[in-house]
């Protein structure tokens, strides 16, 4: 099956997670226009800018079917000790930029797909940087749940 061989391709390019979702708009996105609508964007311009693209994905990738989500156990070591500690620093500030460790593994999935699939793909990789909710889609491709603090939550 399809699904188990690119499953199969983000875990050999060093992914921990990956699962597929549909790029479909779904009712945690479309509550996207609600929550603008009530003011909670704020003075986050950006989110309303691109609003219907955060709804719905096919809008962001024309043609796009699915949506491939992946996760990565980020670990950059040891909390450091003494001065350093009692800063309060979070630990993921401590290792390298997360986007450049990521985006890097997603243009070797990204390259992976033509080969697997023997055709033409096209894609469109965020590393939380584009209108995608990334959040619902792991959800629904069944890398966890969002918990009560709207992080993605797997076990």
Do not use: K
Request: charged letters at 25%.
């Amino acid at each position: 099956m399809l699904r188990d061989r690119v499953v199969a391709l983000a875990l050999s390019v060093g992914f921990d997670l990956a699962g597929i979702a549909a790029a479909l708009p779904t009712p945690e996105t479309r509550f996207l226009r609600s929550w603008i609508e009530r003011g909670y964007a704020g003075d986050m311009h950006y989110i309303e800018r691109r609003a219907e693209e955060r709804v719905d994905p096919r809008l962001v990738l024309e043609g796009a079917r699915s949506i491939v989500a992946v996760g990565l156990v980020y670990d950059p070591g040891a909390r450091p000790r003494g001065a350093a500690a009692s800063a309060g620093v979070a630990r993921y500030a401590g290792g390298d930029d997360y986007h450049d460790v990521l985006v890097e593994r997603l243009r070797a999935l990204e390259a992976g797909f033509e080969p697997l699939v023997g055709a033409p793909v096209r894609t469109r990789g965020y590393v939380d940087t584009g209108p995608v909710q990334e959040r619902v889609f792991a959800a629904y491709a069944g890398l966890g749940w969002i918990g009560r603090n709207t992080c993605l939550i797997h076990p």
